[in-house]
């Protein structure tokens, strides 16, 4: 199957593509991605570029804190209400696991953020578990409880493949 490629008017003014970044964003990315590939770099809208690639490694950073605050909310409920570990909270436990390690194997530069993105995602776990279950903040440890090694560790914890 054959694929067409997109034909784009490229503004030649850096005010147009801003204009353009304003009404239409999907529009704006394929015109500055045509620019990029031509190399016109006079009619690039810097400003947003540099914005928007900006935007997209806090995205990258969000995605990890994110899903670490899953995970850890997953174990503390799982340390917390051993009687009601079930199916479901194991299988979110390894996925996030999964989903963490390869959100780092694909941006190896966010293993320097780990300790902050821990202490941020146990705050961001402590409000799911408290929505979710009938524990309150004064029950759970007011410090995330587990090491690096241990919330990235597949095999952790040791019990998890028991339920």
């Not at 490694?57 to 990890?64: A, N």
């Not at 079930?86 to 966010?110: A, F």
């Amino acid at each position: 199957m054959l694929e067409s490629k997109l034909e784009l008017p490229v503004n030649t003014s850096p005010d147009l593509a801003t204009d353009l970044y304003e009404v239409d964003f999907y529009a704006w990315t394929q015109e500055q991605s045509e620019l990029l590939r031509l190399g016109q770099w006079q009619s690039l809208d810097i400003v947003n570029l540099v914005e928007e690639i900006e935007s997209l490694g806090k995205q990258q950073k969000q995605e990890l804190r994110n899903r670490l605050g899953v995970l850890i909310g997953h174990l503390l409920k799982w340390e917390f209400q051993p009687e009601l570990r079930g199916k479901s909270w194991r299988s979110t436990i390894i996925e996030q696991c999964d989903r963490i390690t390869l959100h780092l194997k694909d941006n190896p530069s966010l293993k320097s953020y780990l300790n902050e993105s821990v202490i941020e995602a146990h705050r961001l776990a402590l409000s799911l578990v408290v929505r979710e279950t009938l524990l309150d903040y004064p029950d759970l440890p007011s410090d995330c409880p587990y090491a690096i090694a241990q919330i990235l560790d597949p095999q952790f914890p040791e019990d998890l493949q028991s339920c």
